[in-house]
């Protein structure tokens, strides 16, 4: 398994932007597809992004295709998740998490990190 760190949340108004960092160490990170989940309080766990060990194939929730970009950097063993025109209904606790194909199904992934709250005022 790899070790995840999410750090970069907080609170943001509406239509603003922010960056979610996933810092990875333990196996080998390039090797790993990896992801980013959220969970709304009352709310299913769901797959917001995910890239696979290169980085060059991604997926994207309907709800933040062109507003959300993926990316990672595995030379600094990180991850990220840029967010643009952040509406309430993006409020939740984001995670990050890394497994063997990139997926949208969160069983698929062994490693999580703790996650990092993301708070967007109307």
């Known amino acids: 398994q790899v070790q995840l760190v999410e750090s970069g949340g907080g609170l943001v108004q509406a239509g603003g932007s922010l960056r979610l960092s996933c810092a990875a160490s333990?196996?080998?990170?390039?090797?790993?597809?990896m992801a980013w989940f959220r969970q709304a309080p009352g709310k299913e766990r769901e797959v917001v992004a995910a890239i696979s060990w290169s980085g060059g194939s991604t997926f994207y929730a309907d709800s933040v295709k062109g507003r959300f970009i993926i990316s990672r950097d595995n030379a600094k063993k990180t991850m990220y998740l840029q967010m643009h025109r952040l509406t309430p209904e993006d409020k939740a606790v984001y995670s990050c998490a890394g497994g063997e194909i990139l997926t949208a199904g969160p069983l698929e992934y062994d490693s999580w990190g703790q996650g990092t709250q993301v708070a967007v005022s109307s």
């Open positions: 333990g196996r080998t990170f390039s090797s790993v597809a």
